[in-house]
């Protein structure tokens, strides 16, 4: 029998024990809070930014959204980043991706201060996730992590093929695997459109973590018995349904679940795990700048 993983459930208990972290910071008069920002008109973005509001709200962090135009000056943006930077009430901000073409990416992510950094891309935090001394993981592969854990999937001598090495999934997620630490110690490979004969290499993996944006490419043939598989793929594909798509991983579910042992479905795997680790990060976020410690799941 195939293990499928609720990533609803997981996310949901998550979310219930960090209710009792945020009750220990408010016990000191402390609300964590939560900035984002969104300088694009993109649906997708918008969606993503009301979903982190909206998930705030629920929990008790004071989320709030600060919009820009997406023709605006990038000053415009590194002004308010300034001004984030500097309120104590906002202990975490969110500069949404992607930003406008004239906005330096790598300088939006130097430019929050990296104690607020609850995305963890700023290069101190990068830094220190490698060095095996994270401040704040990643969100999607830290919500891997916790998925793993929770369908007791251990990591420490298995080898772990990750598809894709971007910045905010792939690369973090091998960091992660490779770290001599909880969830860590697998042999790691990391896999990107580089990669010649991949299936060679997924079929050697104990975990294959899919994260290259390609709908439904790892199939059941490219896995061997016995694999977990985590699929981090969101792709939308037409659909004869009202409205007109559906959302696929990058791993053909169908396939893949007749070959493996673990696997998350999508939606309802890796997505819902995003959101709750930011909320996490942000928690924690609150707790390192006041001073107030508390527990985290
Ligand atoms: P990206 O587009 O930045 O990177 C894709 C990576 O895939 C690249 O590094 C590329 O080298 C690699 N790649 C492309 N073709 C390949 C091939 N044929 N073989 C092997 N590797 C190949 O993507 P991203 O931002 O990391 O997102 C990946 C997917 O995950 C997307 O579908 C995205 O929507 C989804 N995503 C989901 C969540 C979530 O919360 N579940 C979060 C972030 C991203």
Known sequence: ?????????????????????????????????????????????????????????????DGQTQELDADQPAEDLFDLIDDLNARSDVHGILVQMPVPDHVDKRRVFRSVDSMKDVDGFHPENVGRLVAGNARYKPCTPHGVQKLLESAGVKTEGKEAVVVGRSDIVGKPMANLFIQKAPGGNATTTLCHSRTTDLAAKTRQADIVVAAAGLPEFIDGSMLSEGTTVIDVGINHVDADNDKGYKLVGDVDFASAKQKADVITPVPGGVGPMTITMLLYNTVKAASLQTDVPVDLP
Request: aromatic letters at 2%.
């Open 1 to 61: 029998m195939t293990d499928e993983i609720d990533g609803n459930a997981v996310s949901a208990q998550i979310r219930s024990e960090l209710e009792a972290s945020i009750d220990q910071l408010g016990e000191s008069g402390v609300t964590p809070g939560l900035t984002t920002v969104l300088m694009s008109e993109d649906n997708a973005s918008q969606t993503y930014v009301s979903m982190k509001q909206r998930a705030c709200e629920n929990i008790g962090i």
